[in-house]
């Protein structure tokens, strides 16, 4: 992730904000950036220095925070839903 902010910049030229991973066909990792200006997203392939706490915290971040209430995944499976 950038050390140096606007390194990745938008065509608006507002701040990207990284805002997910995602695996590329291959098996390389790519970190989802949106910015913060316009909502343009860009898509860019990980660098050696970036910070691996980082990156995973990104990777579980929609497990972790789900936008809904983790009662219905129990209800779901109790009523065999899914």
């Given at each position: 992730m950038d050390e140096i902010p606007g390194d990745r910049e938008s065509a608006c030229h507002g701040a990207m904000e990284p805002i997910a991973v995602w695996v590329r066909p291959g098996g390389d990792w790519a970190i989802i950036h949106r910015?913060?200006?316009?909502?343009?997203?860009?898509?860019?392939?990980?660098?050696?220095?970036?910070?691996?706490?980082?990156?995973?915290?990104?990777?579980?971040?929609?497990i972790s925070a789900p936008p809904f209430p983790l009662e219905r995944l129990q209800a779901s499976v109790e009523s065999g839903v899914g």
């Open positions: 910015c913060r200006t316009c909502g343009e997203l860009e898509s860019n392939r990980i660098a050696g220095d970036d910070n691996e706490l980082a990156l995973v915290s990104l990777a579980v971040r929609a």
